[in-house]
């Protein structure tokens, strides 16, 4: 079984900010800028880049990495090695799973980073004050020569609303305590459509 941090996590994570904040946490010292009412929290999804081809399968394997396929045009079998992880491979998701943890690990022990993780998706949470102030996952990330997604060429940036894992989260604000989950903007109509589509596929086969 692979323990995969959803959005289950996330709300876990948004509790305990909640409860350190507001002093519910003995032998834990919090700045006054983090305490109660004087700060919210905000939240951004860090992604990695073609994340599974990030990974090379070590040389040694190669041999065991050979796949083959139909060539349409040729009429023939061709033969291909998969130099990185193949997407979809049964234990390629168990290999990045661990690496991907290691990574969350790693950046929680430096930098003090407070997220969790699904595959190559790390959903972060952090009082207003901090993010973009020091050093962050993606520096370290940079370091150990993986690559993110960016945005224009940036990273994303921490916000009040975020959307981690195909759901859009609305943080508390300042001294707020609600948490809100939510679909991403356009998903419902998009599934309204879907069932439309397959009722009427429904209709015709009947």
């Not at 983090?34 to 880049?49: E, H, P, V």
């Not at 390629?92 to 003090?112: H, K, Q, T």
């Amino acid at each position: 079984k692979v323990d995969l941090g959803g959005v289950d996590a996330i709300a876990g994570i948004v509790k305990e900010w909640r409860r350190v904040m507001g002093g519910g946490c003995r032998n834990v010292k919090v700045h006054d800028d983090f305490r109660g009412a004087a700060a919210g929290l905000k939240g951004r999804t860090l992604d990695l880049r073609r994340a599974f081809k990030q990974v090379p399968i070590q040389k040694a394997l190669l041999p065991l990495s050979v796949i083959c396929i139909w060539h349409p045009t040729r009429k023939e079998a061709v033969y291909y090695i998969l130099k990185s992880l193949p997407f979809g491979a049964k234990n390629s998701f168990w290999v990045f799973g661990a690496l991907a943890r290691a990574l969350e690990m790693l950046s929680a022990r430096c930098l003090w980073t407070v997220s969790t993780q699904y595959v190559d998706d790390y959903p972060m949470v952090v009082p207003d004050g901090l993010g973009g102030e020091g050093p962050d996952m993606e520096d370290l990330l940079g370091l150990l020569g993986w690559e993110v997604k960016t945005v224009e060429g940036k990273v994303p940036e921490y916000h009040r609303t975020f959307t981690p894992l195909g759901v859009e989260v609305l943080l508390p604000a300042a001294g707020g305590q609600e948490l809100v989950v939510r679909d991403k903007p356009g998903r419902r109509e998009k599934l309204g459509d879907f069932v439309k589509v397959m009722s009427s596929a429904a209709n015709n086969w009947v």
